[in-house]
């Protein structure tokens, strides 16, 4: 999902220049590795939940209509 | 040609197939032909505008002066052309990371395997109570992405559970981490694949004495085989491919895994060694193309899940 993506940007700008290209997960790295801030880090991270949680409800959804 | 239909030419077939299927091909198989390009190419040459960027100039012309003259000259060659393997294979741990990748990828595949193939059967087979709430908390862990995960991960790997172990810097952090997202991923394969054959081959078997474990190893896990096949690759390069945990997870340069190590020890700030580099990424990417296509044909089996006669 590009939605939670890390490798892509990691390799290609490291979330730089001036930390504009970060999406949630590297961001998160960022943070939470890289500053060693891991509270701060897992919370940014858990900013992703909602929207990953959404995205579970609709392909379960899917997936039992497909099965019936 | 009793398969061709009436009507169907020669010509129309090459514009109808041959040549949409020719310009695909071309725009899959580029990547790998510019990482060998790259590679072989001296660093001056790899930033140098004015020569055509498509061909290896001063490589071609060492091999073509020595197909002319006959005369072999191994080091000429080396100079020009594989200089940049030379460094890698020589003067980085590209080796090491090699070995660690493969110990990494083959002993979680096994284990996700040996966990996806019980879990899979007993959620396609043993109607127990439960067992579709059980499918389906095994889908949502497989959707949660590692993204999510690697932060208490990091905690819980670095004191390991009843063991207090601290596995971090270690390739057993990645082998403990792997199967987080193959076992749900294998499972859930193999739970459509294990539906897919029929119950009474193994009633059947049942019925002439055998138990139910001697009837899901012998009747069904042979018939599960492009099943398994394909869950074993799809594990294997999943987990030669993962980058975040093996990033997180090692710190050493000798303990990291062939994505991370080209990644955190080839491009050193701004300085990118993109000779070092593509060969790097060619040779950690061929091997996993080359099985994918030895065993394509277990594998589209395995996708569409169909046991045949």
């Known amino acids: 999902m590009t939605f939670s993506d890390f490798q892509i940007v990691y390799v290609l700008t490291r979330g730089g220049p001036a930390n504009s290209t970060h999406l949630f997960a590297t961001y998160a790295y960022q943070v939470a590795m890289v500053g060693s ?10 900013f992703m ?8 409800v609709f392909q379960l959804v899917y997936l039992r209509r497909e099965q019936a | 040609m009793a398969r061709v239909a009436v ?9 109808v197939y041959h040549l949409p299927l020719f310009f695909f091909v071309l725009f899959a198989l580029f990547p790998f032909y510019w990482m060998f390009v790259t590679s072989i190419k001296s660093t001056h040459e790899t930033y140098n505008r004015e020569v055509n960027p498509y061909i290896p100039v001063a490589c071609a012309t060492a091999v073509v002066e020595q197909v ?9 060659l080396m100079e020009n052309c594989f200089y940049h393997w030379r460094t890698l294979l020589r003067d980085t741990l590209f080796i090491r ?22 879990s899979a059967y007993a959620l396609a087979r043993l109607n127990f109570r439960g067992a579709d709430t059980f499918g389906v908390l095994i889908f949502i862990t497989y959707l949660v992405p590692p ?14 559970p009843f063991f207090h172990l601290n596995l971090l810097n270690s390739p057993w952090a990645l082998i403990v981490a ?58 294997f390069t999943l987990s030669a491919n993962e980058f975040l945990y093996a990033l997180i997870f090692i710190y050493d340069a000798a303990n990291k895994t062939v994505p991370v190590g080209v990644v955190s020890e080839l491009i050193k700030g701004d300085v990118f060694y993109w000779g070092e580099l593509m ?8 091997p996993v193309a080359l099985i994918y296509s030895f065993f394509v044909e277990h594998y589209v089996a395995g996708m569409t899940g169909a046991v045949k006669g």
Request: with cysteine.
């Open chain 2, 147 to 160: 993204t999510l995960l690697f932060i208490p991960l990091s905690d819980v790997i670095g004191d390991l």
């Open chain 1, 37 to 46: 801030r891991l509270g701060l880090g897992a919370a940014i991270s858990l």
């Open chain 2, 279 to 286: 060969s790097g990424a060619l040779l950690g990417s061929v």
């Open chain 2, 7 to 15: 009507g169907e030419t020669f010509a129309k077939r090459l514009v």
């Open chain 2, 97 to 118: 990371w090699l070995e660690n990748t493969l110990l990494v990828a083959i002993v979680s595949t096994f284990i996700s395997l040996f966990a996806g193939i019980t």
């Open chain 2, 68 to 76: 002319r003259s006959l005369n072999f000259d191994g080091s000429a």
């Open chain 1, 49 to 56: 939940f909602p929207v990953l949680a959404l995205v579970i």
């Open chain 2, 178 to 235: 792997y199967p987080t997202f193959l076992v749900p991923f294998c499972t859930w394969l193999l739970t459509g694949y294990f539906r897919t054959i029929p119950k009474e081959l193994e009633e059947a078997a049942m019925i002439d004495g055998a138990t139910r474990i001697q009837a899901m190893i012998r009747i069904i896990l042979p018939l599960a085989l492009p099943g398994v096949l394909s869950a074993g690759m799809f594990a």
